[in-house]
Structures are given as structure tokens and as C-alpha cells.
């Protein structure tokens, strides 16, 4: 069946440091991946999507590759802010199906 | 209102008792999802509908969870005979498409069972 894994945190870095979440899949077909994310005391809310392979997603300096020949989908941020801590969670979806989300990767950014 | 809104946002409940969590989506929003999300875990789908009509609960992890949406606009998700095992953050989301994977969500209804 369809699934997400994420790499187990909690990550913790500091402030300007690289950010890498790594994010893999397995499905049938060509779904469509997203990052959401889940500020503290926020309800969760998109981060970036890609639709097809070779895309890359971008938003508020994060972004992520959809890969299929090693079916990833990895969360980059060249330079971290403590407003960046929260809880991020890796998604599939293929058409016509709800979201499948990842177990979720908490990042706690300090200055 | 501007965005999702989920009543009540915290649910303490004694085991056996039934509970009924409301979902406000955004207006003219026709798909709307509900998730279920225990600690530390990422989000279940439990149910969708487009308008009025249940499309797919698949999701549903037993027959005493039951979810409407009869006007097309709010949702209710209902628990008979609620368990420990059902202590979770219940997660509404809509969406203007059924079928783009972008969902608007709620701040969730924190359900504990004693």
C-alpha cells in the first residue's frame, strides 16, 4: 500500500544552520508530495507540494525535489530560524484519495 | 470565518460515554476530511465528503465512529461508547477540491477518555 516515512527526530539545531528532513515513499503510480507543517499551538497547514517527478516545491525558503528514482521527497532550508521550530510532517496523495502523512519530525531551532 | 473551526477543542470523556465533535469548514469549501492523530503519531485519515455526500470511510476504525455532513457545510463526527483507546487529536481539513491534496485544517478537538 501507499506510505511515508520520515526520518525520527527530534532535530535540534542552531540558528542559520542547514536543515535537511528526509522524507521517502512508496505507492503505486505517480502521487502527488507535499510538506505540511505544524506550528505550536497552530493547526497544520502546507508547506510546498510537487506533482511530478523532477519538480521542485519552494516556499518561505524551504524546498524539496520530487525524486522517483529513489522515491524521496527531502525538506532543505539553507539557514534556519528559531521560527522555523515546529513539527514537520511529509504526505502523499494520489488522485482521487485523502492524504497519507508520515509519523511527523519535530525540529526545535535555538539561538 | 476565515479558516476551519473545530468545537469543542478539548473533550474529556468517562469510558462508555458518547461524544460529538463539530467541524466548521472554510465557506464554499465542498470537500471536507476528518483525521485522527494520536500522540507523537502523524495524522489517519478517517472519512471524506464532497458536499453532503460520504464518499469514502475507509477510514473508520470501528462502527461506533460515525461522521455527517447533511446540509453540505458543518460535519459531525460522533463516538459511541467511547474507549481509552480513542484518546487522540481529531483533525478536520477542507478543501475547494477533492483532488489536489491541499487541505485548509483545523486546530484539532483533543478527545481524552478516562
Known amino acids: 500500500g501507499n506510505s511515508v516515512t520520515q526520518m525520527e527526530g527530534p532535530v535540534t539545531l542552531s540558528e542559520e544552520a542547514f536543515l535537511t528532513i528526509n522524507c521517502t515513499y512508496t505507492?503505486?503510480?505517480?502521487?502527488?508530495l507535499f510538506w505540511y507543517v505544524q506550528y505550536p499551538g497552530e493547526g497544520l497547514q502546507l508547506l510546498l507540494k510537487?506533482?511530478?517527478?523532477?519538480d521542485k516545491g519552494s516556499n518561505k525558503g524551504f524546498e524539496a525535489t520530487y525524486r522517483k528514482e529513489t522515491t524521496s521527497f527531502h525538506l532543505e532550508k539553507g539557514s534556519v530560524q528559531v521560527s522555523d521550530s515546529a513539527v514537520y510532517f511529509c504526505?502523499?496523495?494520489?488522485?482521487?484519495?485523502?492524504?497519507?502523512f508520515g509519523k511527523g519530525t519535530t525540529l526545535s531551532v535555538s539561538s | 470565518g476565515a479558516g476551519v473551526s473545530q468545537s469543542p477543542r478539548y473533550k474529556v470523556a468517562k469510558r462508555g460515554q458518547d461524544v460529538a465533535l463539530r467541524c466548521d469548514p472554510i465557506?464554499?469549501?465542498?470537500?471536507l476530511f476528518w483525521y485522527q492523530q494520536a500522540l507523537g503519531q502523524g495524522p489517519e485519515f478517517l472519512t471524506y465528503?464532497?458536499?453532503?455526500?460520504?464518499?469514502?470511510k475507509s477510514g473508520l476504525p470501528s462502527d461506533r465512529f460515525f461522521a455527517e455532513r447533511p446540509e453540505g457545510s458543518v460535519s459531525t463526527l460522533k463516538i459511541q461508547r467511547t474507549q481509552q483507546e480513542d484518546s487522540a487529536v481529531y483533525l478536520c481539513?477542507?478543501?475547494?477540491?477533492?483532488?489536489?491534496?491541499?487541505?485548509?485544517f483545523g486546530e484539532g478537538s483533543r478527545l481524552t477518555v478516562l
Open positions: 465528503f464532497q458536499n453532503e455526500a460520504q464518499l469514502d
Open positions: 465557506s464554499g469549501h465542498v470537500s
Open positions: 510537487a506533482t511530478k517527478a523532477d
Open positions: 481539513a477542507s478543501s475547494s477540491r477533492w483532488d489536489t491534496g491541499e487541505l485548509f
Open positions: 504526505a502523499l496523495s494520489r488522485s482521487g484519495t485523502a492524504l497519507i
Open positions: 505507492a503505486t503510480g505517480y502521487p502527488s
